[in-house]
């Protein structure tokens, strides 16, 4: 039985390796002190110096973040009052509808999307601006929200905390305002985190949606890689990666267990 | 004002829902159906000079598509689809089997490093296996080192480097919908099949397998789809030769400017998704 076991680990560790691969590389290689990235010249934090006095770098930093933001904010107020109205709402014709097409971003091809969205934008005269792309980013969001919103509502119900509001002569805003609202509120902040997440990271919609003056992170990154290898790259991808760790830790502390909410 | 919010949140009457529903709605209808709708209806249409649209319906965009030119392409998109979905069903399998009955204390965490490649920057992890892959670089300087090669093989821009791309990215869409299949088999039904004098692979072939299937299918499902419109991997890891419809796509509308055609490309990959997803459904109806 161990022995076999150990064999599978040996297989799942060795899995594990080939994703965590190209992580580790560029981790070690940001700090290497050598324009050609294969071999080890020493140790430096001259490449993460250099990030922090790259002006173009910093403005494209700052974009993604007004960005993700942006979008996440839209997305946590759309995919709230959605799911109140898909959980909290007795039956309503359509609901099935409403039900699928939330789910449609998630399962739409990203270049699909963008050309979509950039035909429709161009067509109708709309110029590209930062709403645009906050908007469209918002929209793939939407499904995390909503999910992760949704979840939550449903255990809410189980436990009939806002039934006892009402009964005790609360009206529906108050018992909203002052139950559901807060009670729901990890979720929110638990989609909203992923949606950051992936509005922070997204290249493809922003490659197709981004007009000329928008330049965000992974557009900048993309740019730099066109034009060859540098090593700063790599100190932003660990920069980048930490901020994913720090943002997956934190939604893990938000994220709603199942068995959570009916507890009380 | 409070017993008008009262009034929607109460939602005893249906416009109170559609009126929460209706910013969402807002979303989905102009960033998400009249887009779409407009694609297809562009699809018909045909190209002027200097990327103008002429409005003469036809399905000529269709027909070129298909034609010698481009059918590889989109022979190529399918093959690379269907080759992933499989190497990762291949890889992802004994993983997802593992984290269901072999992780413990560690299926958590486990669960959780597999969700981080995934959730790190796409385009960041694809750099970095252009410093692996590269001419000079880690897995060619270590081939020569420990004497298998005598010269360095450009592993990059290869058909190798794209699948092992999208294996690389869509792996995670394989295990997860694996994994919680696995999850629902009742230990005791492996169990009983041991008691009754199966063994290991018996028991596995037998029970674990099949009541694995639905995971199996939908595993495969979730990969094979958006592996037909990817778009980054073969950007940066394959280049111009081995274009699959993504990038096609994309270049029609980026750089040739014929946005009919770029719309009967993409009708046909919104059919692809739909087609696939129709027969998953028909299959989990049977």
């Known amino acids: ?264 | 004002m409070g017993k008008a919010l009262s009034w929607l949140l109460g939602g005893r009457r249906p416009l109170a829902s559609h009126l929460l529903l209706a910013p969402a709605s807002l979303w989905l209808i102009f960033l998400l159906i009249i887009p779409a709708g407009g694609l297809i209806l562009l699809s018909f249409a045909k190209n002027g000079p200097y990327g103008a649209i002429v409005w003469e319906f036809g399905l000529h965009n269709y027909a070129r598509a298909f034609d010698p030119k481009y059918l590889p392409v989109l022979f190529r998109t399918f093959a690379f689809a269907a080759a992933t979905t499989i190497v990762c069903l291949v890889l992802g399998y004994p993983l997802a089997y593992y984290l269901t009955f072999r992780a413990g204390r560690w299926r958590n965490a486990l669960l959780v490093g597999l969700m981080v490649p995934f959730w790190s920057s796409c385009l960041v992890a694809y750099y970095s296996w252009m410093i692996v892959l590269g001419k000079e670089g880690l897995l060619n300087t270590a081939l020569i080192r420990f004497g298998f090669l005598s010269e360095p093989i450009g592993f990059l821009y290869t058909p190798f480097a794209i699948l092992l791309g999208l294996v690389y990215f869509y792996l995670p869409f394989t295990v997860l919908p694996l994994y919680a299949s696995l999850d629902k088999v009742p230990r005791s039904v492996v169990e009983a099949a041991y008691d009754l004098g199966a063994g290991r692979w018996t028991a596995f072939w037998k029970v674990t397998f099949p009541l694995s299937l639905p995971g199996v299918v939908a595993g495969c499902v979730l990969t094979f789809i958006p592996c037909l419109g990817d778009f980054l991997t073969v950007e940066i890891l394959g280049g111009p030769r081995y274009y699959l419809l993504g990038n096609l796509i994309s270049n029609q509308f980026m750089m040739a400017q014929d946005w009919p055609f770029g719309s009967a490309l993409t009708s046909l990959l919104l059919a692809g998704l739909v087609g696939g997803l129709w027969l998953y459904q028909a299959w989990e109806k049977a």
Not at chain 1, 1 to 12: E, F, L, N, P, T
Not at chain 1, 250 to 257: E, K, P, Q, T
Request: glycine share 6%; aromatic share 12%.
């Open chain 1, 1 to 264: 039985m161990s022995r076999k076991s150990g064999g599978m680990a040996a297989y799942v560790a060795a899995l594990f390796g080939f994703l965590y691969l190209p992580l580790g590389v560029m981790f070690v290689f940001s700090f290497n002190d050598a324009r050609r990235n294969v071999v080890w010249r020493g140790f430096t934090l001259k490449w993460y110096k250099a990030l922090f006095h790259d002006a173009e770098l910093m403005s494209a930093m700052l974009t993604s973040l007004e960005l993700a933001l942006a979008a996440a904010g839209i997305a946590a107020v759309l995919g709230m009052l959605a799911s109140y109205a898909m959980v909290k709402h007795k039956a309503f014709r359509g609901r099935g509808a409403y039900d699928a097409l939330l789910n449609v971003p998630l399962m739409m091809p990203e270049v699909a999307l963008g050309v979509g969205i950039l035909t429709f934008l161009v067509r109708a005269g709309y110029e590209l601006d930062f709403m645009a792309l906050a908007s469209s980013h918002a929209l793939i969001c939407l499904p995390y929200t909503v999910a992760a919103v949704r979840a939550r509502l449903i255990s809410l119900q189980e436990s009939s905390l806002e039934d006892a509001a009402m009964d005790l002569g609360a009206t529906e805003w108050q018992a909203f305002v002052k139950v559901t609202l807060p009670l729901a509120m990890p979720a929110i902040i638990s989609g909203a985190l992923l949606s950051f997440t992936v509005s922070f990271q997204d290249f493809v919609t922003s490659f197709f949606v981004a007009g000329i003056g928008i330049v965000t992170m992974p557009i900048k990154i993309y740019s730099m890689m066109k034009f060859g290898v540098t090593p700063e790259i790599n100190a932003l991808s660990v920069c980048l990666l930490l901020a994913t760790f720090l943002l997956i830790g934190l939604n893990a502390a938000f994220a709603v267990r199942p068995d959570e909410a009916s507890r009380h």
